[in-house]
């Protein structure tokens, strides 16, 4: 399989200055979060509840930067340090966003310990060989936590179809892209709240499954365009900002209520 680099068009992938960020992906992480603090502006202010729609695009997002870094590294030579620091990062940043997370949305846990699980499998799938133990470390994970997830345990598969896509070509490529768009919706439709309203025919409900469908088809599209202008990269910083977001917003809520 190629790596992404070797997908991308050459003068779209890396910046002008050669530090190796891909545009697009700067810009997919960007969109990411600004739909997350839409998504979340529910909790604060109820009337925002529509916001939500679009707001179900912020996870396929996130998940496709997740598997752009995968894919990017060389298929069966996992950079072991690099990869060990994103594991780390993920944990820690779990952890301290737990609390201002069960502040704003009550019991459960928050995102990242979905996203967790999520890399270990999509590093198992890319390189194979021993990371297969990651993989049984984050399925393990995900079965033991399944029934306290924000989203249906389904979601943790979710990089790894994205990395699928991202590194396969022609109609195998068009395969990956379809398993991670029905497993965005899948993930949205098993939350045990959505099955009845489904059923019924909300159309709120029938938008937030369609932004879910959308969300990764759209994100593998825009990954392989030309960006011309240039946006501030998500670095380590990024990491901050969802327990620093969620935290203003509870404030906010207690403040307000």
Not at 20 to 42: E, F, N, P, T
Not at 198 to 225: C, K, Y
Request: hydrophobic share 60%.
């Amino acid at each position: 399989m190629k790596t992404l680099n070797a997908q991308l068009p050459i003068q779209a992938a890396f910046d002008a200055g050669g530090s190796g960020r891909i545009r697009s992906l700067d810009l997919i992480k960007w969109m990411a979060i600004v739909l997350m603090v839409l998504d979340h502006l529910r909790a604060v202010w109820p009337a925002a509840e529509p916001l939500t729609v679009p707001g179900r695009m912020a996870l396929p997002l996130f998940c496709l930067a997740m598997a752009a870094n995968v894919a990017r590294q060389a298929q069966g030579e996992a950079p072991w340090a690099q990869n060990k620091r994103y594991v780390i990062s993920l944990i820690v940043f779990a952890v301290i966003s737990q609390a201002p997370y069960q502040a704003l949305f009550g019991p459960g846990l928050n995102i990242m310990w979905l996203l967790l699980p999520a890399l270990l499998i999509a590093l198992a799938i890319h390189h194979q060989g021993h990371a297969v133990w990651l993989g049984i470390i984050g399925l393990a994970f995900t079965i033991a936590a399944s029934s306290r997830l924000g989203y249906h345990a389904s979601a943790v598969l979710i990089p790894a179809a994205m990395v699928g896509a991202i590194t396969a070509t022609g109609w195998i490529r068009v395969f990956w892209a379809c398993c991670a768009a029905t497993l965005c919706v899948t993930a949205n439709l098993l939350i045990p709240s959505v099955p009845a309203l489904a059923s019924e025919g909300e159309p709120f409900v029938l938008l937030m499954m369609g932004a879910a469908f959308v969300a990764p088809m759209f994100g593998l599209w825009l990954l392989r365009q030309r960006v011309q202008f240039l946006l501030p990269p998500v670095g380590r910083w990024g990491y901050l900002f969802y327990p620093a977001h969620l935290a203003a917003f509870a404030l906010l809520r207690l403040l307000t209520h």
